[in-house]
T-cell receptor, first 117, second 112 residues
Framework: EPEVTQTPSHQVTQMGQEVILRCVPI?????FYWYRQILGQKVEFLVS????????KSEIFDDQFSVERPDGSNFTLKIRSTKLEDSAMYFC???????????????FGEGSWLTVV | DAKTTQPPSMDCAEGRAANLPCNHS???????VYWYRQIHSQGPQYIIH???NNETNEMASLIITEDRKSSTLILPHATLRDTAVYYC?????????????FGQGTELSVKP
């Protein structure tokens, strides 16, 4: 079964450092997402991406964050200067799209644990 | 997107059916009901979704009331591995790229 894969599974970084989290969405999918989950809290939407641009972003997704699809397979989340409160599990997700009114299911990866110290 | 209400926790005996309720009284006609689960901080796992009719797949059944204001996810024979947080989410039909908004979900504990 196709799946969304994420690397690294766990990263520890110093406050102020830049971090890039990588994701390989399911191959025929057109919509890509990043979510995060702070320990013990809800899964929160960060950003969605379609046709090489951001289609929607949340208030959390401020100027510290950026996303990119550098090639035909990878989708990355960059945090420019990490803060302690960025410590969380970050989930990448993708959906097929291209079929309006058919309920395009979003599939999630297993996540990347980011610990900022 | 409409909001959902779920009980914070439920218990179920292993081998019995687990019936997880969800209220979505403000759902509109163009919104699907989705169910996901999250096992111990793993990525949310898609279970099933439906619009109006009841749905069944290899994981679960989804029963949606006729007025669509509530639904029930049924795990027919719960196992210990079904212990997880279950999320009921509504999402617009036309919004093929639209986000999912997660609530607190129901923490299901399957006990031997």
């Amino acid at each position: 079964e196709p799946e969304v894969t994420q690397t690294p599974s766990h990263q520890v970084t110093q406050m102020g450092q830049e971090v890039i989290l990588r994701c390989v969405p399911i191959s025929n999918h057109l919509y890509f997402y990043w979510y995060r989950q702070i320990l013990g809290q809800k899964v929160e939407f960060l950003v969605s991406f379609y046709n090489n641009e951001i289609s929607e972003k949340s208030e959390i997704f401020d100027d510290q964050f950026s996303v990119e699809r550098p090639d035909g397979s990878n989708f990355t989340l960059k945090i420019r200067s990490t803060k302690l409160e960025d410590s969380a599990m970050y989930f990448c997700a993708s959906s097929e799209g291209g079929r309006p009114f058919s309920g395009n299911t979003i599939y999630f990866g297993e996540g990347s644990w980011l610990t900022v110290v | 997107d409409a909001k959902t209400t779920q009980p914070p926790s439920m218990d179920c005996a292993e081998g019995r059916a687990a019936n997880l309720p969800c209220n979505h009284s403000t759902i509109s006609g163009n919104e699907y009901v989705y169910w996901y689960r999250q096992i111990h901080s793993q990525g949310p796992q898609y279970i099933i979704h439906g619009l109006k009719n009841n749905e069944t797949n290899e994981m679960a059944s989804l029963i949606i009331t006729e007025d669509r204001k509530s639904s029930t996810l049924i795990l027919p024979h719960a196992t210990l591995r079904d212990t997880a947080v279950y999320y009921c989410i509504v999402r617009a039909v036309y919004n093929q790229g639209g986000k999912l908004i997660f609530g607190q979900g129901t923490e299901l504990s399957v006990k031997p």
